[in-house]
């Protein structure tokens, strides 16, 4: 079963095996819910999203947030410690930086595909912080997706959203990778994501403003990466790594990260 759906700012394609047709197209829509959940809490700008009220808040003031939040911005802070500040999806409309923000609440950090246990989580800041999480949330989004299809059985599978692939099941898939030069590479990706990151792709969501705007690109940096990694918000925030950390420690953080360079 294959569907392409508008998601997330860009084309979302789904595909699923699954033990029958109906049971892998209510698969497919359960994993659209799972992202426009993410959508829903995770917008920059939505009145009433997480990212918003942070915002909107004063410092020191706690806020609640879902469960799925705490989870993407936790993973952000550890990247943020590991670069020294490097990684940070942080704004420059406000002074704050991801090293303001304090979560609290959800005791130890679960993986993308968590679905049980959702504790109450809380948030303060202590400066006026503005956060995009752009294309960290998209991969996060992508592995929910991924999730959703193997709760409702689907053996196999895929999900693509803009850049930001996983795929799941026995068999390793058959991608194209667009290389910078704008060729494609083909590739095999087993149980595993890839993303990309091209700053001079025509594609490229321009609500997205996080990690470029407050520090600019060192000189001399490339303009595209792609990363393979367990999941895709990994890969997709590792991109920003690489493009952003000097070249050793980037690829000191891809190792901790279990994670590697495809291009």
Same mark, same amino acid.
């Given at each position: ?6 998601? /997330?700012?860009?084309? #979302?394609?789904?595909? *699923?095996? @699954?033990?029958?047709?109906? +049971? &892998?197209?209510? !698969?497919?829509? %359960? =994993? ?96 006026? /912080?503005?956060?995009? #999480?752009?294309?960290? *949330?998209? @991969?996060?989004?992508?592995? +929910? &997706?991924?999730? !959703?299809?193997? %709760? =409702? ?100 953080? #891809? ?9």
């Amino acid at each position: 079963m294959r569907r392409l759906r508008l998601a /997330l700012g860009t084309w #979302l394609a789904l595909e *699923a095996s @699954g033990p029958s047709a109906e +049971r &892998a197209g209510r !698969a497919i829509d %359960a =994993a659209c819910e799972a992202v426009a959940e993410v959508e829903t809490h995770m917008h920059p700008q939505r009145h009433g999203s997480d990212l918003q009220r942070l915002r909107d808040a004063r410092p020191q003031v706690e806020i609640p947030i879902h469960f799925l939040t705490w989870q993407v911005l936790s993973f952000a802070q550890r990247l943020y410690q590991l670069t020294d500040g490097v990684f940070d999806p942080s704004l420059p409309d406000e002074p704050g930086t991801l090293g303001d923000l304090q979560l609290r609440g959800a005791g130890v950090e679960a993986g993308p595909s968590e679905t049980a246990r959702r504790p109450a989580c809380h948030a303060l800041t202590r400066a006026p /912080l503005a956060l995009d #999480l752009g294309g960290i *949330a998209k @991969g996060f989004a992508v592995d +929910r &997706a991924v999730a !959703a299809l193997q %709760a =409702a059985g689907c053996s196999a599978g895929l999900v693509n959203a803009g850049g930001d692939l996983r795929v799941f099941g026995p068999q390793p898939a058959y991608v194209l990778l667009r290389g910078a030069d704008g060729h494609f590479q083909p590739r095999w990706l087993h149980d595993a994501a890839l993303a990309v990151s091209d700053l001079d792709s025509d594609g490229r969501p321009a609500q997205h403003r996080g990690y470029y705007v407050r520090r600019g690109l060192p000189r001399g940096a490339q303009r595209y990466a792609a990363v393979v990694a367990r999941d895709a918000m990994s890969a997709d925030a590792l991109t920003k790594c690489v493009l952003l950390c000097p070249r050793e420690r980037a690829q000191q953080v #891809l190792r901790q990260c279990g994670a590697r360079a495809a291009a």
